[in-house]
């Protein structure tokens, strides 16, 4: 870790440099470790060290910006002048919706450091892995995956006087146990490591192999399902993400026209919230402003985007905290040229069954552990395309009756929404994206299946 | 750097590596991008560092940090060392590389106009004026137009004795415009989706897409979407044109003869093949003009290169050969691994050349280079003319194949009906599906040499951490025979 003192002198040494009107300093730190594992072995083991800095700055209305990992001197000096060059092009027109700079706020600071998890070493990691390839290998099973600790460092700076830090810890495990003809999943996440039991998300995969051997074909069609959170994760990221208020703003989201609408079951509350002690705590978006809870979908009634301050400005809303950087080091996709504004946080609220209530509620449906390559068909409706994985299961009489080969789904995930019967009552976290989700089991009453595959 | 990189290797060596490489990578990308009349972009980014991968006690360790300063170089490099005494532990058998590779050479991707040199305000201006002539177009409600200049450089050691220094220039660009209309929101890209095309190459790739020049007919086609009718659901003749049979042979046939995926090293999380070692030389995978290869040498491929990033030259692998399975995408390792279940000596066993990493941060995996579907023998206009009823299919929208890489779905920006013979109405919202091997084996005609260019992917993700590679993938229009259209 580097810390917050030489993080602030490392910007410091940014501002004092740059002669722009305003200039903003994003730092990015990373100590990330991750031990892969397949065939019940560990085959890449890998440990990266990283930090860079992602300069911001403006002449008047002009903006350009530069990022370095080279923290040295003479690398700051270099990255500073880069963002001034840029800022300063002559071809480049003013830009009429750009908010300047935010002025300091108060940040109130969220936990999200664990002692633990940033000293996990190999060899804790090698014996927390290797206790999964042993039980599964002992079960006649072939383990793979990967079990991730890492430290991350972010702070804000800019010419007004804004700071803001927050060092964060992250453990996460993904899993997939296969047989000759199955496969299990299971995966979990949390920022203390004790937090993610290993043993028991391996013996969840495995169960999952065990019980899906030998699936049977079935004939695609709507079927009425029951989704473990993992498959309920993939709704919650897809439908979240269309609640970019610039998105919304250009038309290309579910949501516009549709704001105080009750649009989905009134069982579904759908939220972005970075300052969840449960999920993966951010108190602060990427222009250092205190980040709030926004409810996207409040029992069934569609609520409101998230918003940074260039596009609050320009539609009128206010800013919730929901800025990305104009380049992530880490994750370049995430960024705000193309995404705007953008809900890194999303959670689902829970009901109160559990998930045999809910197979126990189905004459005839699907169990569905997982999906698998979703990808957006149509984004008014989220009409979404992807495969099951890992585990799909025929109900019979409310009972888990035969495994079932893999289908394909053509689906509205709005639709979806609109047509769930039951909430699980306890939430699953994973790590779908850079952050933490949140998602609970649903029963739907119909998804449409529209293809099969061979296994 | 000759210094730093032989530190590196012999405090692994002195740690008890028994294998050990590293590799130094610089890289400056300089991005520029213009939404709706304003620049949205304006980045210059730069990263340094290096990564050593050793072998200790039989298995594989991995360290990289952006600190290139002597005690960290040695940090690194121990702790590698003990990353992969951790490895062991967990059992396995020892890692095996075949053939040593101990290459000392240089390289450069070809490139005419560095993209560096190039003012970037010429650069906001060119995506201005493109973009302004996007929005001349009535109905159109986003504009979007990127250029990306890339240049890195990367030296590889070994203690086989490997010393490889190379640079590798890449420069990439592309328009999009959106139209959005009630419920139905369109989109038109030039010359490729997802931003851009992006190729080993120099400015003069950009100066030939003439993106000003496409502005408007691309706006007016995404606004002509709106209003059209929607591509039908049925078992029909498709015509793919070449920007989506690329993205068709990246997914179908690039990634399930990576052979890494076939030993289950990526189960967990890209998935496994049904490519499997049995099927090899023998399985039909597509019909008998269907003709695929690996092709790493190609001037200006997006997945071109002198040598991996294990220090195995770039080379020309088949992987179909009409219309036969025949090879793989792969490493030192797993050509060892494939080689032993074969009954063939390890020792002697060669990489294809496909290990490649996305930084000096990540290790390297079996990644695609260029995949091309090699030309056939019609033109664009006689296939055309030949095509009593179907549809003609391009630019990729969306994309999903299951974990096997069997079944797959793919929409593309627009469609057009073909009846007798001749292109007929737009279509929008169009789809097709099918299962890999049925769909190549329905491939009835192939476009000639006129009609194929490399096109490149420059996001195609793999490996946990995740990892972007740059792929290219040479395709001209084709026809495929009995194929679901639309969704069911």
Known sequence: ?455 | MKELTELALDTAQARGATYADVRVVQRHTQQVAVRNGAVSDLVEVETLGFGVRVVADGAWGFAASSRLERPEVERAAAEAVAIARASATAGGSPVDLGAPEAHVDTYRTPCQIDPFSVPVDDKIGLLLAADAAMRRVSGVRVTEGALVAWRENKTFASTEGAFIEQELIETGGGIVAYAVQGSEIQQRSYPNSFARDQCTGGWETIVEMDLPGNGERLAGEAVALLTAPACPCQVTTLILGATQLALQVHESCGHPTELDRVFGTEAAYAGTSFLTVDKLGTFRYGSPIVNLTADATIPGGLGTFGYDDEGVPAQRVPLVREGIFVGYLSSRETMAQLARLRGEDPARARSGGAMRASGWDRIPLVRMTNVNLEPGEWTFEDLVADTDDGIYMEMNRSWSIDDKRLNFQFGTEVAYEIKGGKMGRLLKNALYSGMTPQFWGGCDAICNADHWRVWGTPNCGKGQPSQIAHTGHGAAPARFRNVQVGVR
């Open chain 1, 1 to 455: 870790m580097i810390g917050e003192q030489e993080i602030r002198r490392i910007g410091e040494r940014v501002l004092r440099a740059s002669d722009a009107d305003e200039t903003e300093v994003v730092f990015f730190g990373l100590e990330e470790r991750l031990t892969r594992f397949a065939n019940n072995v560990i085959h890449q083991n890998v440990s990266e060290s990283d930090a860079s800095v992602v300069v911001r700055a403006a002449a008047g209305k002009r903006v350009g910006a530069a990022t370095t990992n080279d923290l040295t001197d003479a690398g700051l000096e270099r990255v500073t002048a880069a963002a001034l060059a840029a800022c300063r092009l002559a071809a480049q027109p003013e830009d009429p919706d750009y908010p300047g700079m935010p002025e300091p706020v108060a940040v109130e600071p969220v936990d999200a450091f664990d002692a633990s998890t940033a000293a996990y070493t190999p060899a804790d990691r090698a014996r927390d892995v290797g206790a999964v390839c042993r039980r599964a290998a002992e079960a006649g099973c072939n383990a793979s995956g990967a079990f991730r600790t890492a430290v991350h460092e972010f702070a804000v700076l800019n010419s007004h006087g804004l700071f803001a830090y927050h060092p964060a810890t992250v453990a996460d495990l993904t899993t997939v146990v296969m047989t000759a003809d199955s496969a299990g999943y299971a995966a979990g996440a949390a920022w203390q490591v004790g937090q993610v039991d290993v043993g028991a998300l391996g013996d969840e995969a495995i169960a999952g192999a065990l019980r899906g051997r030998n699936p049977q074909a079935l004939e695609p069609g709507a079927y009425p399902v029951v989704l473990a959170p993992y498959a309920t994760q993939d709704i919650v990221d897809f439908v979240t993400m269309g609640a970019s208020g610039m998105m919304v703003a250009e038309g290309r989201s579910w949501m516009p026209g549709r704001e105080g609408q009750t649009v989905m079951s009134p069982r579904v509350s759908l939220w972005d919230d970075g300052r969840d002690p449960q999920g993966w705590p951010l108190p602060f978006d990427f222009e250092g402003m205190p980040r709030q809870r926004v409810e996207i979908v409040r029992q069934g009634v569609v609520g409101s985007a998230v918003y940074d301050r260039r596009w609050a400005a320009k539609t009128g809303k206010a800013a919730t905290g929901h800025a990305l950087p104009p380049y992530n080091p880490f994750s370049p996709w995430l960024n705000a040229s193309r995404l705007g504004p953008f809900p890194m946080h999303p959670a689902m609220g829970p009901g109160e069954h559990t998930v045999e209530e809910m197979i126990a509620a189905t004459e005839r449906g699907l169990y569905i552990t997982r999906f698998h390559y979703t990808r957006t068909v149509h984004p008014r409706e989220v009409v979404v395309t992807g495969l099951t994985r890992d585990g799909v299961f025929l109900i019979e009489g409310g009972e888990i009756t035969t495994p079932v080969k893999n289908l394909r789904f053509t689906q509205s995930y709005i639709e979806a929404l609109a047509n769930v019967e039951m909430v699980g009552r306890d939430v699953h976290r994973e790590r779908p994206n850079f952050s933490v989700g949140r998602a609970p089991a649903l029963k739907i009453a119909a998804f449409n299946f529209t293809g099969v595959t061979t296994f």
